[in-house]
């Protein structure tokens, strides 16, 4: 089963991996994206201890943008399932945001779809992290 | 006839709203719909700005019809 | 944290994931091996149905070669933290059999890295499988 | 002097058994106490075997000691 959703609650990776598998595949690899406790700020080089993040997300547009991203990673690489959940709202540190799940009948595609899909998420899909850290907040803007 | 923008994370804070409509114009392009949004809040200026019509990735060159969604954005880090 | 360990307990890739993570690290790799139900005979070509898989370990030189590996993976890639558990004993269909966590602060060393160990762990782990089929049972021999 | 002998998976299954102690000649090398082991258990050839002595993959000029662990194994499949 392919997947793509937004949710508020905290994310299973274990639950995630298992959902995209079909019985004739042997291997899913997953990405698990977190909240981090220690930040270096690009501009500054400081490092900065975060409270806790805050994800907002344009969440019919993102959910059409993940989609995409499954349909394409499905048409440039041999995977069989692909799923992608990423939290919304307030995340505690070490709290997963991000989950991208992909089985493979063979790893080496697994291996490289789930990187190229993490790497699109992050440029392509409308979600945006604030980071809150003692003394103040700060909404990331990506490279993209 | 008017057409719904949207604002998310940064640009919500700026422009102090997450939603606004705004009166537009028959057959007007979506960088004029957008500029005059951001003529009303010049603060998003300072940032490197995207935009969506229709939850799709935005040029500009769009036809804005009645009842489209548009939204004004920073660049995307999720993940 | 590194790791290397052998049990006979169910394995929860979630809470494996989560051990390798240090602050500083905002991304983990996950590797997830499981008893698939169909397999195709390499020989014959034809697909059988597994019913079950049973792991045997050389426990005392699976760990020493599991924790060589991670060593080895640390000198290669940047990264942060590697653990490695692997199931042994019966294994129902779709239980997970291995899972290979890797955490780095740049995701690409931990795709890396992550692929890596799992070619290698195939290699050279001194782990033999079982497949229990209706009518029989075979003792998978590796291509090493 | 003696070692342990160890077999796990198809060799456990061919052997019969998961451990064997044998008596070993002071100064012998793996290799002669392997073919030894292989002489009594002559379906063991059938498969492609590995060996161990002391928990490392040995290629069988390792001089043996008194109580060392060797074992007789098949390719690995773990995974």
Redesign the interface.
Not at chain 2, 73 to 79: E, I, L, N, P, Q
């Given at each position: 089963m392919d997947f793509a959703e937004l949710t508020s609650q905290p994310l299973d990776i274990g639950v995630i991996a298992r959902r995209v598998v079909p019985p004739e595949c042997g291997a899913t690899v997953t990405l698990d994206g977190y909240a981090r406790k220690f930040t270096k700020d690009k501009t500054s080089g400081e490092v900065r201890e975060t409270r806790y993040l805050e994800y907002d997300a344009y969440e019919e547009m993102a959910i059409m943008e993940m989609q995409k991203l499954v349909e394409k990673a499905k048409e440039q690489f041999e995977i069989s399932n692909v799923g992608i959940v990423h939290r919304t709202g307030r995340l505690e540190i070490g709290e997963t945001s991000v989950v991208v799940s992909v089985a493979a009948p063979h790893r080496r595609a697994a291996f490289e779809a789930c990187e190229w899909l993490i790497k699109e998420l992050k440029r392509t899909v409308p979600i945006w992290k604030k980071e809150v850290y003692l003394g103040g907040d700060h909404w990331v803007e990506g490279e993209n | 006839m008017s057409v719904r923008i949207?604002f998310?994370?940064?640009t919500?804070?700026v422009a102090c709203t997450r939603s606004q409509d705004v009166d537009v114009a028959e057959g007007e392009l979506a960088s004029s719909v957008f500029e005059s949004v951001l003529a009303n809040h010049p603060s998003l200026a300072a940032?490197?700005l995207?935009f969506?019509v229709n939850?799709?990735?935005a040029t500009g060159g769009e036809i804005i019809r009645d009842g489209d969604e548009l939204?004004i954005?920073?660049?995307?880090?999720?993940?």
């Open positions: - | 949207l998310f994370g940064a919500a804070e940032h490197k995207f969506s939850q799709q990735f939204a954005f920073t660049a995307v880090s999720g993940g």
